[in-house]
């Protein structure tokens, strides 16, 4: 059969995607030419050439380049194959027993069916056709309380859907991306095939969940001996106080700087950046500092000295009150003296600065805020031998409104990295629906170990605590 021949002339052709993938149809049958996918072509007799995708049968390998009568799939312009490619397993040990009865010379397994007078043989280790309706995945996997792959997650997907659907459309060290991740299946099989992954989303939750699954796959793929391959959770618009205050006074200034909208420029000591053309001053990183009236005075001068303007901002946590009354002298100054110099006062959590940093980023508006991490308190109490209660429930949100939306618990904690225990990941109440704030534990020894619980809000602000436990 000249298979690339036929392909060339086939009746219907439709360009899937940008990579080059084509769907060509005959009838009910059908060849998608994608990244390293195995064809298989057999002719009736009247000649028309029958096309049809194959699947791995019993083992997930990877197939590398395939021929068909002398067609290197893979490198022929007619069909765009790609190398690099894993099917699952459609066949179960019993089907294979009892279908595939026959073994050829060279030692291939195969059956023989026959259809409309004719006899077809189909080798095991080329498969069935793959339909576009996929019933062979069962959705209990990712929701039934017995599997071990289920976290709880209202959107959880099973694993094995994922799994067809990334070795179908991406090769082997390429990018996947997910940008409403939710519980993080798509990148955590992801990381299990060996494929680079972004994964996005608006929650603190999703993120923290998504995180800790990518830790345990590779936990689990590669052991505890090895340190867990680099990935880092960045936050858009979300800045947790804390952190912020760990910044050098040169970090804090260019952060904040950057982020409403300014350029860094050290034009004198009391000048720190530029906003279209307006000098700009940063407070001190923690959030107990003060603007004080020195500050106030010591910024007008350098305003007006260095730049010639009579406009300034200063940017910081707090104002103390004669900060506030200095600005407003300085101001009262207009129409009276050459040298007055406006000042705005723009608390960092004040809706003023939102509005600058969201006049250059709309879409940003909805995202922007300064976060606390929740106050976490652990109360432990022994229950039973091995078995001991955890107890949450006087935790607290620090931000406004906030409340405590997930607690995830490692009762196996290594230093590093935090990896949630099975089934501690998203609990909840059965009666209300809300976050499980007590739980228990059933230790499979007694002995010291180290238990670590990580606390989120519904504002963003998360925190994990560490303590060590004498097992008895």
Known sequence: VDLVGTLAQAPTVQRLDQHGAHQIGHGMSRLVAGPGRVVVASTSRDQRVQVQPRMQAHQQVLLGVRQHHGVDLAAEPGTQARPEHQYDALYKDITLSMHYKHIDAQGRRYRVQTKGGKDYITYEDEGMVCDSVWDDINAQDATSPIMGERIGYPTQKPEKLLQRMITACSPVGGVVADFFCGGGTTPAVAQLLNRRWIACDQSRIAVAITSDRVAKVVRDKVGTLFPVPDFTVEHWGIYEAPRLESYTPAQFREFVVRAFGGRPEEISPAIHGVRHGVPLYVGEPSRDSRITKEDVARFAKAVYEKRRANHGVMLAWNFGPDARKAAEILAARENKRVDFVRLSLVRLEADEFREHVVSKHPDYGPLLSFIQPPEVRVVVQRVKPL?????????????????IANVQWDFNHKPGKFISTQGYTFLRDKKTGRPALIVQYTFPKAGAVTVACSVQDD??????????????
Not at 390 to 396: G, R
Not at 462 to 471: F, H, K, M, P, S
């Open 387 to 403: 078995v001991y209660e955890f107890d949450v429930s006087e935790s607290v949100s620090l931000n406004k409104d906030g409340a």
């Open 459 to 472: 504002q963003g602000g998360e925190r994990t605590v560490v303590q060590t436990l004498q097992v008895e």
